[in-house]
């Protein structure tokens, strides 16, 4: 009897490599808020866990901005009749009671994400890309950057994650 696609895909295929992200990590996390000056340089706490027999990977991490705490939620799917990698994500900080939505590809890395967000106090809504990057086994990078309603980007985020031994 032949695997099913799922089943293969857990063996060597994309969701292979979410698992690859199961883990407790710990690092820092650099933000900016405007293009080139480093707002906030902070310690950052992450558990990465399989969910649903490893259709997803959910990431809880904590940190804090100026000293405050804040706390965030990720959960991370490849959707195989799609074809890309989806994402949503809230935390305490940058999405106040907002979900966002957040659809990619594969990278030689990992994969890349693109969502959006703004209410209805912005005129357009910005856009936002997360990269994932397993730089090694031990190694990870999570980088965020902001994109204006005319397509300047920047980086916003980004968290480099140790895996805890």
């Given at each position: 009897m032949?695997?099913?696609?799922?089943?293969?895909?857990?063996?060597?295929?994309?969701?292979?490599?979410?698992?690859?992200l199961v883990?407790?990590?710990e690092?820092?996390?650099?933000?900016?808020?405007?293009?080139?000056?480093?707002?906030?340089?902070?310690?950052m706490?992450?558990?990465?866990?399989a969910?649903?027999?490893?259709?997803?990977?959910?990431?809880?991490?904590?940190?804090?901005?100026?000293?405050?705490?804040?706390?965030?939620?990720?959960?991370?799917?490849?959707?195989?009749s799609?074809?890309?990698?989806?994402?949503?994500?809230?935390?305490s900080?940058?999405?106040?009671?907002?979900?966002?939505?957040?659809?990619?590809?594969?990278?030689?890395?990992?994969f890349?994400?693109?969502?959006?967000y703004?209410?209805?106090?912005?005129e357009?809504?910005?856009?936002w890309?997360?990269?994932?990057?397993?730089?090694?086994?031990?190694?990870?990078?999570?980088?965020?950057?902001?994109?204006?309603?005319?397509?300047?980007?920047?980086?916003?985020?980004e968290?480099?994650?140790?895996?805890?031994?």
């Open positions: 032949s695997k099913d696609k799922f089943q293969l895909s857990k063996e060597s295929g994309m969701h292979y490599r979410l698992g690859l883990g407790q990590w690092g820092t996390t650099k933000t900016w808020f405007e293009p080139g000056v480093l707002a906030d340089e902070s310690p706490q992450g558990t990465m866990k969910v649903l027999d490893g259709r997803f990977i959910m990431h809880e991490y904590q940190g804090s901005l100026h000293g405050k705490p804040f706390e965030g939620i990720a959960i991370i799917g490849y959707s195989m799609n074809e890309q990698f989806e994402c949503a994500w809230i935390d900080f940058h999405m106040g009671t907002s979900i966002m939505f957040s659809e990619g590809n594969a990278t030689d890395k990992l890349s994400v693109f969502g959006s703004g209410g209805k106090e912005l357009q809504k910005w856009g890309r997360t990269e994932i990057e397993m730089q090694e086994n031990n190694r990870l990078m999570i980088t965020a950057y902001n994109i204006s309603p005319d397509g300047e980007e920047a980086k916003a985020t968290t480099v994650y140790n895996r805890k031994q």
